[in-house]
């Protein structure tokens, strides 16, 4: 009987495929929540499985942590004169920016409201850190968690027309705020991530 190594090949990696969900469901703490698409081809889905144990496996940090280890100290805002803020405001978010990760919907924000919001909670999140190789990159929207008061927000202050008349019509019991122009201009000025 002859074996078509083609065959074999593909049943290779359909084994490690297996293997490195597995592998990568374990390294979450079995709640891992992925679908993938009959479609993908194999060699595909094999590389997109190496990079989530990759990222799985990463160290666990934080970006405050990050930055420290960059050099970049996070005094507390209480301690700071408006032009410090504003300074400190800017080097971290250079920094971060050289560490691709990249902040969102912050005008409805002052200097120290952002810098407050960043260095007491918003740069305190734990993640595994992946691999430089993966080149992922970090998005971090001040109106992006869902939440009520994030979706208010963003309706409030960034949504255009075109968005809140489909939200209403998708939400027609939702109360929707008057637009009003964010108070202050500092996203059009943030880094941005390249293709973005």
């Known amino acids: 009987m002859t074996t078509d190594p083609n065959d074999l090949e593909r049943i290779d990696r359909e084994i490690r495929i297996n293997e490195l969900r597995h592998a990568a ?3 979450a703490g079995g709640e891992m929540v992925a679908w993938e ?3 993908c081809p194999p060699e595909i889905a094999e590389q997109f ?3 989530v144990l990759a990222f799985e496996e990463g160290p666990e940090t934080t970006h405050a942590e990050q930055l420290r280890q960059a050099g970049v100290e ?3 805002a209480d301690g700071l004169s408006d032009e410090q803020v504003t300074a400190k405001l800017w080097e971290v ?3 971060l920016a050289r560490q691709q990760v990249f902040l969102h919907s912050t005008d409805h924000l002052s200097d120290r409201e952002l810098y407050k919001h960043l260095t007491e909670d918003g740069l ?3 993640f595994n850190l992946p691999p430089p190789e993966l080149g992922m990159r970090c ?3 001040l109106v992006g968690s869902g939440s009520d008061e994030h979706i208010h927000l963003h309706l409030k202050y960034y949504a255009n027309e075109d968005y809140r008349r489909r939200w209403m019509k998708d939400f027609p019991d939702e109360v929707m705020p008057d637009h009003v122009d964010p108070p202050y201009d500092r996203d059009r000025h943030l ?5 973005w």
Do not use: C, K
């Not at 880094?191 to 293709?195: I, L």
């Open 191 to 195: 880094p941005r991530a390249e293709g």
């Open 37 to 39: 698409s009959e479609d």
């Open 93 to 95: 978010i250079h920094a």
């Open 124 to 126: 305190h999140e734990r």
């Open 139 to 141: 998005h971090i929207d």
């Open 74 to 76: 996070l005094p507390p």
């Open 25 to 27: 469901e374990e390294a």
């Open 49 to 51: 499985w190496e990079q």
